[in-house]
């Protein structure tokens, strides 16, 4: 069975020949600005393992960047999706009701650890769809115009969440962005200025917010402060406690609605089903919380969770689409829920992030190009610097990671501004074995990586 197999290169090059060929085709088919430099077309995808088309093996640590909590082609999903699809598999929502929809919808409200004890759910289809619809539904609810978003945030490539999302390479020529989104600095703790640490360091970042109020909009007209729990594509930097806590009391302050995006962090990754549930235990909850990725193992889905009084401000007609909350996707993520529920997959999180957090610190001690290991649960990040000193970046090393662990059958990805980060994102369900092999051929990597950089 291909998802407890080891990763393994058949092919004296990489790409082999028959995917050699398919990507060839794929240059001369599709826009090259929907970028790829894997060598890997997949055959078939089972757990955390891919097969390619040439037969070679790869574990992969990135899952589909977070969708693949549960792992490829979950036999259990296989079944209820082709149980759906002999039924229907499509039933717009405002012209029919299904079932799985209001059952995913009750879920879902139930689970998402949101303000409010009567809770709604809206489905979209891709995570920035769920973003700016959160955002839509703070508008109606605050009948306010603005919104503030970090510094690192990644929220879609919508026009709306393009102008949210921070890194504006991702949004080259695309303006005029929508007005009213204004942006303050994210407490990414490694690189607070000065060296900052502990209560003056969240003071630091809370002034910044401060000045946003200042500078950029009142905040009697700010309708949503937007949060990732945890960073994804910003580089792996969990939310201190602290200053979540503090941003809730402003929000409080000024009837501000606050969105917890979990797009990447949610559905067990971090330990729990959702990153905010850490919040909770400390007291504190997203007034709104959107989830995409995992939530429905692939297929397209998102979700808006809310209590009551906040979706229903919402005038008729103004949210809504074709495809939102599809059957498929709503069997689909039934099962995903029954399934993470059932195996334990956030205290497996738990146990796979230590694992790889261990090895990563083993690292920091023999390798100086380790700025930072970082993480909650298996949302794991390893930050790299050409000094430690000055903190500076060392892009050229992660992308020779990238290519090299591919070429021994390890898929990983990079993250971060500065694109210094390895991310951590395997599928829940990898083996123990499989998480060792995929540690064994980074270290391979690293070592031997440094050796040509360095000389
Ligand atoms: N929000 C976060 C935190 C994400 O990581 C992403 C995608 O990586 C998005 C939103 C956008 O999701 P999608 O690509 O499904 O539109």
New binding site residues.
């Given amino acids: 069975m291909l998802r407890e197999e080891l990763p393994r290169i058949v092919t004296d090059t990489l790409p082999g020949p028959r995917a050699a060929e398919v990507i060839a085709r794929r240059a001369r088919a599709v826009p090259s600005a929907v970028r790829c430099s894997y060598p890997v077309v997949i055959r078939r995808g089972e757990g955390a393992m891919v097969e390619d088309v040439d037969g070679n093996r790869f574990v992969d640590w990135v899952g589909g ?2 969708v693949l909590n549960i792992g490829y082609s979950h036999p259990e999903v296989v079944a209820a999706v082709k149980a759906q699809a002999d039924d229907y598999f499509h039933a717009m929502a405002n012209i029919v009701t299904h079932e799985g929809y209001v059952s995913l919808a009750e879920a879902l409200a139930e689970r998402a650890p949101v303000v409010g004890e009567r809770r709604r759910t809206f489905f979209a ?7 700016e619809n959160a955002v839509k539904i703070a508008k109606a609810f605050t009948g306010r115009p603005n919104i503030i978003v970090f510094s690192g ?6 026009l709306l ?1 393009m102008a949210m ?1 921070a890194k504006k390479a991702y949004a080259k020529g695309m303006g005029p962005f929508p007005d009213g989104v204004y942006r303050s600095e994210f407490p990414y703790l490694y690189r607070a200025p000065g060296a900052l640490e502990g209560d003056a360091a969240i003071s630091y970042y809370l002034d910044r917010l401060e000045e946003t109020f200042e500078n950029a909009s009142l905040p009697e007209q700010v309708a949503a402060i937007v949060v ?1 729990p945890v ?3 910003g580089g792996f930097i969990p939310a201190p406690p602290a200053w979540v806590k503090a941003v809730r009391e402003i929000c409080d302050r000024y009837g501000i609605v606050l969105i917890a ?5 949610g559905y067990a990754r971090t330990g729990r089903l959702f990153a905010s549930e850490y919040w909770a235990e400390n007291g504190v909850r997203p007034d709104i919380l ?1 989830a ?2 995992s939530i429905a193992a692939g297929i ?1 889905l ?1 979700a808006v969770v809310a209590r009551e009084e906040i979706m229903e401000s919402v005038p008729a007609g103004v949210i809504g689409g074709t495809y939102c909350g599809n059957p498929l996707a709503c069997a689909a993520g039934l099962k995903v829920l029954e399934i993470i529920e059932r195996d334990d997959l956030a205290g497996r999180a738990i146990r796979i992030g230590e694992t790889v957090m261990a090895r990563y610190r083993e690292w920091a001690q023999r390798f100086d190009v380790i700025g930072d290991v970082r993480g909650l649960g298996a949302m794991v990040g390893i930050e790299f610097v050409r000094d430690r000193a000055t903190k500076e970046p060392f892009s050229e090393l992660v992308t020779g990671l990238v290519d090299e662990a591919a070429r021994h059958g390890l898929l990983i990805e990079s993250a971060g501004t500065y694109g210094n980060v390895v991310r951590f994102l395997a599928p829940l369900v990898i083996t123990d074995g499989q998480v060792d092999a995929g540690l064994d051929i980074l270290e391979k990597a690293l070592v031997s990586r440094l050796a040509k950089l360095r000389g």
Avoid: I, L, Y
């Fill in positions: 960047v977070g289809n891709s995570g920035a769809e769920a973003d945030a990644f929220h879609g490539r919508t969440t999302t990732e960073q994804g594509e995006d979990e797009v990447q962090c959107t995409a990725k397209p998102s």
